[in-house]
């Protein structure tokens, strides 16, 4: 097959259904009881290892992954070092931005004991066909965590919906052929919406921007915040508004100032009456400044306990591979391996 066809979730739906028909209709039901995990639900999610994330993964999920701790009683999330390696990896560098990662999420409010904290090549099942990077394309790869612990939840954003519909394809027919093992997992999409590159809010905020002033990194000091967002590009209009389509720079505060403050858009442009945007840039730095200061400081005590971060990985790795062992025992009986 083409090398589009595997980079293509909607192609590789299509693909995998010429080769598995199913037996029934494949409607867009939930899980039945008897394939939802005990407990009455799970949460699965990844995120690669790039370091220290920046106030768009903060907003966009981490916070919400947080959150889900509370509300669903199995909530796992990996670090998914397997991804990155369809990109040339510096093993070294590679190894340093798993722990920076580990130390941002438990920073960020990760709690190991609510929570199973694990990185991705750490499953002993998995390192089998390490070399092999074919099996690690994106949609492929995350279908099979997802379903590799029974997931019926995954907090995805809205460009990973497709992924996720792979994910519940693969369920469906396996179920269809298999009888019921595997739940449909159901999209958790976020209500925050998407932080925009200071320098271009036609783009989404993202660590590999060639801006140094794009992105703001949930380590950045208070005085790197206040700067990046003082040069954060706006419009000719000095009346603080939100219309995104019309006034996206502008509109990218307002959403920064709203998700940091825990506030709707509608009162932070109330907050900001009266002020035209540069005076505005200033508050939206505080309210950001007061906001991570305590990630900032968290991550910094974590990233001088190595040894800490090594051994929560190391403890989720295992809790991970009891929830995944019978289900792969399981798939491989009957589909006639075992």
């Not at 939100?242 to 709203?258: C, K, M, Q, W």
């Amino acid at each position: 097959m083409a090398p589009s066809v595997w980079t293509s979730a909607k192609h590789l739906r299509r693909f995998i259904r010429s080769f598995c028909p199913a037996k029934r209709p494949l409607s867009r039901g939930g899980c039945s009881a008897n394939t939802e995990p005990p407990g009455g639900g799970r949460v699965f999610s990844g995120i690669q290892p790039t370091g220290v994330p920046h106030l768009g993964n903060y907003l966009g999920a981490l916070e919400n992954w947080v959150g889900l701790q509370d509300r669903y009683p199995s909530v796992l999330y990996s670090i998914v070092d397997l991804h990155s390696i369809t990109q040339p990896q510096d093993p070294a560098q590679l190894k340093s931005n798993v722990l920076d990662m580990a130390a941002s999420l438990l920073a960020c409010g990760i709690d190991p004991e609510r929570a199973i904290l694990f990185q991705q090549s750490q499953m002993k099942s998995k390192l089998k066909n390490e070399g092999s990077v074919g099996l690690y394309t994106y949609p492929v790869l995350q279908a099979a965590d997802i379903l590799l612990y029974r997931s019926t939840h995954v907090p995805v954003g809205e460009d990973q919906v497709q992924h996720l519909e792979l994910a519940q394809d693969l369920a469906r027919i396996f179920n269809n052929r298999y009888g019921d093992l595997f739940p449909e997992p159901t999209a958790l999409l976020s209500s925050t919406r998407k932080v925009k590159s200071l320098r271009d809010p036609a783009n989404k905020m993202s660590k590999s921007d060639p801006q140094a002033m794009a992105t703001i990194s949930l380590t950045d000091s208070p005085d790197d915040i206040a700067l990046k967002l003082r040069r954060a590009v706006t419009d000719f209009t000095s009346e603080v508004s939100f219309d995104p389509e019309a006034r996206p720079g502008v509109s990218n505060l307002v959403t920064i100032h709203a998700a940091v403050a825990a506030i709707s858009p509608e009162e932070a442009v109330s907050r900001a009456r009266g002020m035209d945007t540069g005076a505005y840039k200033s508050l939206v730095a505080e309210a950001v400044v007061l906001r991570l200061a305590p990630i900032r400081e968290e991550i910094r005590r974590l990233r001088g306990d190595r040894a800490h971060l090594e051994a929560v990985l190391a403890r989720g790795a295992r809790r991970a591979r009891e929830l995944a062992a019978p289900v792969l025992r399981e798939v491989r009986q009957r589909v006639g391996f075992c």
